[in-house]
Each structure stands twice: as structure tokens, then as C-alpha cells.
């Protein structure tokens, strides 16, 4: 990297802004301005206002606060254009390119209190950050953010409220951003009345509290979720914040392929090439629909006898791991209560864990453990590092974490999942299980900030609401919303591959099963779950495609997507030539066309398509589950499995059924 003074942080010509920075194609520009001592800032792209003129700054207790007697002390610049590769994820190869300003700015009375802005402007966005020098104390408590995001107040946004019991766990509201009467959590995306589509999101959030949004008057102010004392953090000097983002798109299917977030975390300091994406099946949605349970009894799921059972169909069906919920003591009456005693290294008595990892080795099946914390962190983590060795001593490397509940417990205090401290509980686990060789996927998680670039095992997160919500609580809307919105924070473990769509009618899921097959493909994840029962798999055709889909791509190829209404993607999987599309629509039944246009030219492919049924059908199809027009309440379950010869350029139009999609393979063919 080379520093190349101030030519890509000119002083501006004229108006209320010193300095902008241009992006390297000169398509996004960031201006910083400093007025009566306050900083501020705008963004546009293509000439059209993204961020009007918003306030930057921080409030320190018992400090001059920054932001409000500033002074612009010095601007430096410098361009990256680099790539890096990818230890899994949804491309292999990352570029990284953009245009960095670095402002000091101090305060006018006093020269020690210094602090940077470093932005960095990419042809689709930005991030921004405040770093923090050393000065006379060692510690400062940040009283609350003052940044803003003046975006658009009649823009159409998508947003979860924050600091609710279930956390991200909510359908997405749409409303005029002027309209948003809650704070909210990020990535905050919206549709602005010039038709650009903008999300506002943090990347490497590390000892802090996560950032929530909330509208003040006629602007939007970032909240750092705040510890129960009201206090946002403590911090150790010197500290960088983490980076503040907007993502900026002219199409919103371009918008889910934005990678500022990962751009703007570290490389990993160790290898971590021992971090393997896979799939899995579990002792789980039989826990959710009540065939059996997570505490022992007559219908306890995780038995010896039972996981064998789950090895045997993971072997068989050519998935590589079982999941094992329940297995240890602590899940008896009303577990979220009885959590704060659970054990982590203390099977219930028909449970053998030894005998169920020599079973799992001699078949070739991963065991993936579980460790539900119900938020008891003290618990938990005096538990340590012994919770760990005993999966260890087991040869288990995939855990599940889980912090059900809907506040934390920690040093006696309840406090939000998102604050600081727990923040900082969830680094320390990535730590430790670090340390151990072992992959995370962490429900009730912190949201993702693209940390998993500096910590491959943190692999995938739930942080949304996923498919366990079904039986009332979800829409097919929320799949062509989650793209969009979750999916921009990283992998998503939605749990889909749900064939029993009745379920035992406690969840009867909204979809069409090859919706169910779409989503392996529409929602990333590096761990994706075959979520039903295995028996409902064997000798189901439409398995043949949750068989072959990877969970680790080399590319992503966004197709058509319009958030709320469709979204339809092709992925290059990371260890051949083979392509999978996934497509998904609302409600609203619709054709969609995929051009072939990703293939490579002069080969020849062939398409394995699952799709839904429509009303007229050729002779000969071949009918998965049932037959006729498909339809997520009145006809979920018919399947059309066709193959097609198809070459770059070819074009593909499918129909959706209402609540439906389509999954295709496409093979390249020697
Ligand atoms: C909620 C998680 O999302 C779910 O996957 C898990 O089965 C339960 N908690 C129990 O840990």
C-alpha cells in the first residue's frame, strides 16, 4: 500500500465540505466538513444524495466530547486494490478496492484529545470509523454515538425492532423510514424515492456494543446498545470503532452481493484451513414439533440408540453430520428457567456419548455437539475449558451454541445479548474454540459484522427468524426480504429442507417443497441443515438435489431480486464446475427468466430442474409427491423433476407458484 498524499482527499472547491474522497471509479463520493466546531459529513453516488449532511461524533463521560469543538488537524489518502481468498463463503475471491481518507481531527482547546476518521470509499459504499489515541487515561466510557445517517425520510425501509425478547428474531416491517417508530437493528435497508437501494449496517464489531438505529426528528442516529448501568462502553485507549457502513446499490439484487463488510475486517492472523463448510442433519425438528423431546423420558430424542439411528441415515443419505440437542442434563420443565444449571459435560443416562463418537468415526459421520447456554454466561463459562476437552476427547469439531432467553446474565447483571459485554462473551467463545479446532454456529448470536474473515470457525449464525417459526410465524415474503436485509451480515442457518410440510400440523411450514430445495441455494449458509426427519428424505426423489448442493461457493451471481416480491441466484460450487440456481417469489405466483449467461463459453451443461408444478404440464414429467398446479397452502407438495441441455446464453423461464421457487443444477457435461 502506498500513501498518496491528498489525491484522493481534495480539499473541495467550494460550499460547507473541506475534503471528499472519491471512489475508485469516481461513482461515490464522501464529504467531511467541519462547522462551529461539529463534523459532519454526506455521501452521494452518481451525483444523487445518499446521506445528506449527518453530524459525526461520540460522547465521552467526563470528556470533551468529539464532534463538538473539533478542528481539522491534518487529511491524508491512500488506494488499495487488492483480492484475498475466502476460507469458505459465498465467493472465493474477494477484490478489495477503494479509496481511504484519514482525518485527524482535535479538539480546539486541547491538542491531546485526538481522534481519526478513516473512511474508505468503494465504487458500492462506504465505511467510516473513529480511532481513539492514547491520551492521559487508559480507559473512557462512550456515553452514546452521535453519528448520522440523514437518509432519505420518505424511502421505503425494511427494518427489525431492537431490544425486543426474541432479538432478530422478527418478520420484517416495511414502512417510510420517516415512519420507523422503534429503534432498530442493522443492516437497515432502504429503497430511496430516487430508486436507490442503501443499507446501513457495522463491520468488525469487536468490545463494543452492537449499533441499533433510531429516528431522531427528521435523521437517523446510530444507538450503541447500552449496558444495563446506560453507559454504551468502556473502552481500553487506543481503540478503533467499529466501522460505520452504507452500502449503496442502483439494483437491489446487487445489493445482496455487497462485500464492503467483509472488506473492512482483518485478515486471519493463524490458518484456519482446517474450517470445512458441510451439511447436516439433527435430533432437532422432532424436538420443535413435539415427537420428542430434548429431556429425558419415553420420547427423549438424543438416546444412544436414537443417534445412532441419525448416524446410519447421515451415512446412507451421504450428508456428513448429525446434530445431537438434548443430550445433556438440564433441559427438564421449563429448560429457559432451568438453563442457568446446565451442564456441559453430563450426558442423561441413556446417552452414551463415547459409544455414539465410535459410531460416528467408523461410519465416516460427523457429530456436531450443542451447547445451549440459555444466556447463563457465568454458567457457561465456568465450564471451561472442560466443556470443550470433552467434545475434544469425543473428536467433535462442530458445536451449535445457543443463547435462548431474552436477556444474557452476566456478572450477575441481566443485560441485552447485544451490549458490550456480551460482545465480548461471544469473542471469548470464538477464542476458545479456536484454541479447541473447533466451527461455531451460534443461534441467538451477536449479528454478523464479517468477523468470520479474522475468525473462519465462527462459520454461521442464525440472528434472524428462521424456519423453526413456521406454523404461524413466517410468510414467503420474509425469504425474498432476508437477501436484502439479514442476509447482508453474513451466513444465515435457516434450517431449510423441510419435506414433511404438514409437520404434524404444529408446523405446518408456507412453502412448496421446491421452495424448500431453493433455499439451500437463496439463503447462504456454510453449515446448511437438512432440517427434517431422514425417514421423509429416503426415497424421495427431490433429496437427490439437498444431496448435491454444496454449502461453500466459489461465486454468486445474483439473477432477479426485488426485495419483498422475488429473488433468484446462481452459485459456482467451490470444488467443480457445476452451477445451482435457487429462486424465490411472495405469494404472488410468477414466471421468472434465468439467462445462462455465467456458464463458460463452448461448454455444454445439463440442468437438473426442480420446480412447482403448473397448470399444464407435458406428458412424461416426472411428479414428486403429488401432481397439479402447486400452491404453498392448497398444493405444497408437487414437484416437477426435469433435465434439460442447456449452453451460455440459453435462457430458462420458470414458473413459481405462490409461495414457491425452483432449484436447478447445472452440470457441465464432458
Ligand atoms: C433455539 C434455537 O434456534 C434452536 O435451533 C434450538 O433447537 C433451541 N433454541 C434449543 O437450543
Same mark, same amino acid.
Given at each position: ?45 452518481? #451525483? /444523487? +444524495?445518499? !446521506?445528506?449532511?449527518?453530524?459525526? *461524533?461520540?460522547?465521552?463521560? &467526563?470528556?470533551?466530547?468529539?464532534? =463538538? ?21 459465498? #465467493? /472465493? +475471491?474477494? !477484490?478489495?478496492?477503494?479509496?481511504? *481518507?484519514?482525518?485527524?481531527? &482535535?479538539?480546539?482547546?486541547?491538542? =491531546? ?23 492521559? +487515561? ?17 424511502? =421505503? ?514
Amino acid at each position: 500500500m502506498k500513501w498518496l498524499g491528498n489525491k484522493f482527499s481534495q480539499k473541495t472547491q467550494t460550499g460547507e465540505y473541506s475534503h471528499e474522497v472519491f471512489s475508485p471509479s469516481g461513482r461515490v463520493r464522501f464529504m467531511l466538513g467541519v462547522r462551529d466546531g461539529g463534523v459532519f459529513y454526506s455521501l452521494k453516488r452518481d #451525483e /444523487k +444524495v445518499i !446521506v445528506r449532511e449527518s453530524k459525526l *461524533g461520540l460522547d465521552f463521560v &467526563g470528556e470533551e466530547s468529539f464532534g =463538538r469543538k473539533f478542528k481539522l488537524l491534518a487529511v491524508k489518502g491512500q488506494e488499495v486494490n487488492s483480492k484475498w481468498e475466502t476460507v469458505f463463503g459465498e #465467493e /472465493k +475471491v474477494v !477484490v478489495n478496492k477503494y479509496h481511504e *481518507g484519514e482525518f485527524r481531527l &482535535g479538539c480546539l482547546e486541547d491538542e =491531546r484529545g485526538v481522534i481519526v476518521v478513516r473512511v474508505r470509499v468503494f465504487d458500492d459504499g462506504i465505511g467510516f470509523r473513529y480511532e481513539i489515541a492514547e491520551r492521559g +487515561v487508559e480507559q473512557l466510557t462512550v456515553k452514546e454515538e452521535l453519528t448520522e445517517f440523514n437518509v432519505d425520510q420518505n424511502g =421505503r425501509a425494511w427494518w427489525i425492532p431492537a431490544y425486543q425478547p426474541d432479538r432478530y428474531e422478527y418478520l420484517y416491517q416495511r414502512s417510510q423510514v420517516v415512519a420507523m417508530d422503534k429503534p432498530v437493528h442493522t443492516p437497515l435497508t432502504i429503497k430511496t424515492t430516487s430508486g436507490a437501494y442503501v443499507s446501513i449496517h457495522e463491520a468488525a464489531l469487536y468490545d463494543y456494543g452492537a449499533m441499533v438505529v433510531r429516528r431522531h426528528g427528521d435523521t437517523l442516529r446510530a444507538e450503541v446498545t447500552p449496558m444495563a448501568n446506560g453507559d454504551a462502553a468502556q473502552i481500553e485507549l487506543p481503540f478503533n470503532t467499529p466501522w460505520r457502513v452504507v452500502m449503496v446499490a442502483s439494483r437491489a439484487m446487487d445489493l445482496a452481493v455487497n462485500r464492503i463488510m467483509l472488506n473492512l475486517n482483518e485478515p486471519a492472523r493463524e490458518d484456519f484451513a482446517w474450517v470445512k463448510p458441510m451439511k447436516y442433519l439433527g435430533i432437532w425438528w422432532s424436538l420443535h414439533i413435539g415427537e420428542q423431546t430434548w429431556h429425558a423420558g419415553d420420547r427423549h430424542g438424543a438416546t444412544t440408540e436414537n443417534t445412532m439411528e441419525y448416524i446410519d441415515y447421515a451415512a446412507k443419505l451421504g450428508i456428513r453430520a448429525v446434530l445431537i440437542e438434548g443430550w445433556n442434563e438440564g433441559w427438564e420443565g421449563d429448560w429457559l428457567e432451568c438453563g442457568k444449571d446446565n451442564k456441559f459435560t453430563l450426558a442423561y443416562p441413556d446417552f452414551n456419548m463415547k459409544k455414539v463418537a465410535d459410531y460416528a468415526k467408523e461410519k465416516g459421520v460427523e457429530i456436531v455437539g450443542h451447547h445451549e447456554t440459555v444466556g447463563f454466561i457465568e454458567n457457561y463459562e465456568s465450564q471451561w475449558p472442560e466443556a470443550f476437552e470433552f467434545y475434544k476427547d469425543h473428536g467433535v469439531k462442530y458445536i451449535k451454541l445457543g443463547y435462548a432467553g431474552t436477556r444474557m446474565l452476566i456478572d450477575g447483571t441481566r443485560e441485552f445479548h447485544h451490549c458490550q459485554p456480551g460482545v465480548r462473551h461471544y469473542q471469548r467463545v470464538a477464542e476458545i474454540a479456536a484454541k479447541y479446532g473447533m466451527m461455531l454456529n451460534i443461534h441467538e448470536p451477536i449479528k454478523g459484522t464479517g468477523i468470520e474473515r479474522t475468525w473462519p470457525n465462527i462459520m454461521t449464525r442464525e440472528g434472524a427468524r428462521g424456519q423453526e417459526y413456521e406454523g404461524g410465524g413466517m410468510t414467503p415474503e420474509h425469504h425474498t426480504i432476508i437477501p436484502f436485509t439479514r442476509g447482508l451480515a453474513g451466513g444465515f442457518d435457516y434450517t431449510p429442507g423441510i419435506f414433511d410440510i404438514h409437520s404434524n400440523g404444529v408446523k405446518t411450514v408456507w412453502s412448496t417443497l421446491a421452495r424448500q430445495l431453493a433455499l439451500f441455494v437463496t439463503i447462504y449458509s456454510s453449515w446448511q441443515m437438512a432440517a427434517d426427519r431422514p425417514r421423509f428424505y429416503e426415497g424421495n426423489p427431490a433429496f437427490k438435489f439437498v444431496q448435491d448442493v454444496p454449502a461453500d461457493w466459489q461465486k454468486t451471481v445474483p439473477l432477479v431480486g426485488e426485495i419483498g416480491e422475488c429473488w433468484v441466484v446462481a452459485r459456482q460450487d467451490r470444488e467443480s464446475d457445476d452451477w445451482y440456481v435457487g429462486g424465490v417469489t411472495n405469494e404472488d405466483a410468477r414466471a421468472v427468466s434465468v439467462y445462462f449467461e455465467f456458464l463458460d463459453e463452448g461448454c455444454e451443461y445439463e440442468a437438473e430442474i426442480y420446480r412447482d408444478g403448473c397448470e399444464q404440464e407435458a406428458e412424461g414429467v416426472t411428479w414428486v409427491g403429488a401432481e397439479g398446479r402447486a400452491h404453498f397452502r392448497e398444493n405444497p407438495l408437487a414437484v416437477v423433476i426435469e433435465k434439460r441441455r442447456v449452453k451460455k446464453g440459453d435462457r430458462l423461464e420458470v414458473w413459481m407458484a405462490e409461495g414457491g421457487g425452483f432449484a436447478v443444477r447445472v452440470k457441465r457435461v464432458e
